[in-house]
């Protein structure tokens, strides 16, 4: 298997821009190019959906929530999870994701390997 088709692998199976450290060492600081923004974007959306969760889990454990899926979907509605924030910070980590793939099968075949 050639280098650029594993190093698209890892960037697309692990996390995007890992694969360019599979590349050699000039390569590992381009990928961190896609690494830190996907990095910080994932964790703001975990964040996000964890907090949100434990709110849930608390209001149906306190009886505040009614055990309805319908009045679950509600609040999750009005919670605001769904914000222009979190929307932009999912097409970043898309972004990133298909940006490393791309870039490491460039970058891999534009080396000869």
């Not at 697309?12 to 599979?22: D, K, N």
């Not at 306190?62 to 769904?82: E, F, Q, T, V, W």
């Amino acid at each position: 298997m050639k280098a650029s088709t594993k190093a698209a692998l890892i960037s697309a199976l692990i996390f995007p821009g890992l694969g360019h450290f599979f590349l050699r060492p000039p390569r590992a600081m381009r990928g961190l190019l896609f690494i830190v923004p996907a990095a910080l974007a994932v964790s703001y959306i975990v964040r996000q959906v964890l907090t949100l969760s434990a709110q849930l889990v608390a209001e149906l454990n306190s009886g505040a929530l009614a055990a309805d899926p319908g009045a679950i979907m509600a609040r999750l509605d009005a919670s605001g999870a769904d914000n222009p924030v979190a929307n932009w910070l999912s097409w970043l980590a898309l972004l990133c994701w298909v940006g490393a793939i791309a870039d490491a099968l460039w970058l891999g075949r534009r080396n000869g390997g």
